[in-house]
């Protein structure tokens, strides 16, 4: 077990619920006396009117070890904006329901809350740093597909590699769009897969699995999980989609297969 003096597990203020569960799981793991010297420890971090993110450690992290969960959704967000919408009746439009939206919470803001949480550990004199990801940031603009665009999956690699310099030791992220992007950085990426997790809470809820039909989203999915597939023995539909826009799919067909 590792010392729990040099550990420290923080997180941005989306990471902030799983981070207590993440600590809760370690804590288990110590003894009484050491389980009284690890306290969850967390980074302030506030907005400006501007639209800029302060952060400060509350903790001292010189010579620890640092473990950064990021997250990237807000529940308690999420509802203030729903309540927002629903209380305009008549005037709810989509302009509106996006501008509620931006305003109150954006991927950008908690991702610009991740760096500068980076960025603090370094200059504080952290022994090292990891950042582990609910999901990670533009994941699937992993590559050129049209003129003129960014392969905005490798800037935010740089980013968050900038930020915590020679300190940075580990990527940690769950299901990434594409098995190439663990080659956008030198640094070792620790992918977990959610699906297999999924399955089992399913196969507990679910009286008949033998009626449960697996589907995949689209063809690139199937080729990527079809070991899966064919490991828990179940039957598969997979749909066709045709994107018109980056906001809308159109379904074409499905197609199934044992």
Known sequence: MSNPDEITIISNRSGADLRDIV???????????????????NAYAKDFRSG????????????????????????GLYE???????????????????LIRDY????????????????????????ESSVYFTYFPDSRQ??????????????????VVNAGGGKLQRFGVIDLHSQQEQGFTDLPVDQIEFKSIFMLY?????????????????????KKKKKFAIDIGLPVAIIDKDKETHKAAHTEYILGAR
């Open 80 to 98: 203030f904006r729903k309540s927002i919408v629903d209380g305009l009746g008549g005037k709810r439009s989509p302009v509106v329901e996006e």
């Open 104 to 127: 109150i919470h954006t991927v950008e803001g908690d991702f610009a809350e991740l760096l500068k949480i980076l960025d603090a550990a370094r200059r504080s004199g952290a022994q």
């Open 202 to 222: 399913v196969k507990n809820i679910v009286d008949r699995w033998q009626d449960v039909v697996l589907v995949f989203p689209d063809p690139n999915d199937f």
């Open 23 to 41: 600590i809760d799981a370690y804590r288990t793991k110590l003894d009484e006396a050491e389980r009284e010297k690890f306290q969850k420890k």
């Open 142 to 159: 992993d590559k050129k597909d049209e003129p003129r665009v960014s392969i905005s999956a490798k800037l935010q690699y740089n980013q």
């Open 52 to 75: 800029e993110v302060y952060v400060q450690l509350q903790e001292n992290v010189r010579r620890r070890r640092v473990h950064v969960v990021a997250g990237f959704f807000r529940p």
